[in-house]
């Protein structure tokens, strides 16, 4: 079987993260382990990513600095020439013309932009034209994928999506094997980071609601005088205004401000930190909240959207996600945690973790392509039978 996908997300130069991260893995799994179909890699641009080329891996580049106009009119061209069995865009869009002898699959990671009103910094004309595309692409995929149960009611909702074209797939949470986290001292030295320590990690933007964030901390700070707190990523659209709030703060030589770090720092920061803290307005999925659970450190999220899907019992819920108030009593409980409750909490948030693998993604993602829709696998049916081991 002949197998097309959008790995344009992957541009060199950009950092793999978000969903170019959630791109590679599922190629990598895929390339790693399926001998028997042949994959086509579309991109309009050089990849930040090396994937092999051989007898059954082609990497077609195409040249295009619009990677919108590329993807919705350019590469449909590309599909009808190499008679594809399937396409699938791991992104938000599917080319305009659907090629009748072609399946379109696509995944749609959330629609926050769409139902939340500025977390964006697109204009409203530009949104208004994103909303037309998603529409467009809904209406002519074969299958769209979700990460999770959350994002499928959205869309039914807000997109008048049938329920029946859309597959529940969960992403993963499982990390490379060959990154070895910074050291405890390392990150002292460079960053003026030491325990105890409340953690973000992501872009700093409003969807992520820092400024409750940095609210509750600095009540936090005036009665409780040795944690810090860290937010680690790049800073993004609207956030002067917290920026000023932290500089004009008492307690801002205790906020720390790293800008983006490395997959080494990002796992040291995680090992030590007392607790993880993400109370977003909304997400598709949530894997920070996995990547914490992977080094056992507690998590207070927010019981909106995705977040109770991939939390579970293992994670802290504030009921109102703008409550700086309640973020605050759950970061004071964390500090109080005896260190039997810490060891369970730990636990349960490990085993949580370990629910969510890339490999089952993958897995799930390839037999969606192979099973269903009247599909046949090329060769042996059970090719993909390896990632259930």
């Known amino acids: 079987m002949k197998i097309g996908i959008n790995v344009s997300v992957l541009k060199a130069g950009e950092n793999i993260s978000g969903i170019g991260y959630y791109t590679y893995r599922i190629v990598k799994e895929l390339l790693d382990n399926d001998t028997e179909n042949e994959y086509y890699l579309f991109s309009n ?26 993807s919705r009119y350019l590469l449909g061209w590309q599909i009808r020439k190499l008679n594809l069995d399937i396409f699938w865009s791991p992104t938000h869009n599917l080319p305009f013309v659907k090629q009748k002898k072609t399946k379109y699959y696509m995944t749609v990671h959330d629609i926050a932009n769409h139902i ?42 807000h997109f008048d999506v049938d329920p029946r074209k859309i597959s529940v797939i969960y992403e993963g949470g499982d990390k490379e094997t060959n990154v070895k986290p910074a050291g405890e001292q390392e990150l002292k030295e460079k960053y003026q980071i030491k325990k105890p320590y ?12 820092i400024e409750t964030i940095v609210n509750a901390f600095l ?9 810090q707190l860290v937010l680690a990523g790049g800073t993004g659209w609207r956030m002067d205004k917290v920026l000023e709030k932290i500089q004009k703060s008492e307690s801002k030589d205790r906020i720390v401000l790293t800008g983006y770090v490395s997959e080494e720092e990002k796992a040291g920061l995680y090992k030590n930190a007392e ?11 949530g894997i920070p909240i ?3 659970f992977s080094y056992g ?30 973020l605050e009593e759950r970061m004071k409980m964390v500090l109080g945690l005896s260190e039997a ?44 039978e390896y990632i259930k081991r």
């Open 290 to 292: 996995l990547e914490s």
């Open 297 to 326: 450190v507690p998590v207070i999220t927010a019981k909106n959207s995705s977040l109770p899907e991939v939390g579970g019992d293992a994670a802290i819920y504030i009921e109102n996600v703008m409550s700086s108030e309640e």
């Open 116 to 157: 939340l009103e500025n977390i964006s910094q697109s204009k409203s004309s530009q949104q208004k034209y994103l909303r037309l595309i998603l529409d467009h692409s809904c209406k002519i995929a074969d299958r769209i994928i979700v990460p999770s149960i959350a994002t499928k009611n959205d869309l039914v909702e």
């Open 45 to 70: 641009c050089e990849l930040s990513v090396h994937f092999p080329e051989n007898s059954r891996v082609h990497n077609i580049l195409y040249p295009c600095k619009n990677r919108l106009l590329w």
């Open 198 to 209: 409340f953690l973000y990690v992501g872009t700093l933007q409003p969807r992520k609601n």
């Open 341 to 384: 409750d810490r060891i369970l909490l730990s636990e349960k948030g490990i085993r949580q973790f370990n629910r969510f693998t890339w490999k089952k993604c993958a897995r799930e993602i390839s037999e969606l392509f192979c099973g269903k829709n009247g599909l046949t696998c090329k060769g042996n049916p059970t090719a993909f």
């Open 275 to 285: 607790a993880f803290l993400f109370p977003s307005l909304y997400e598709g999925f």
């Open 219 to 227: 009540c936090l700070a005036k009665e409780e005088l040795t944690s």
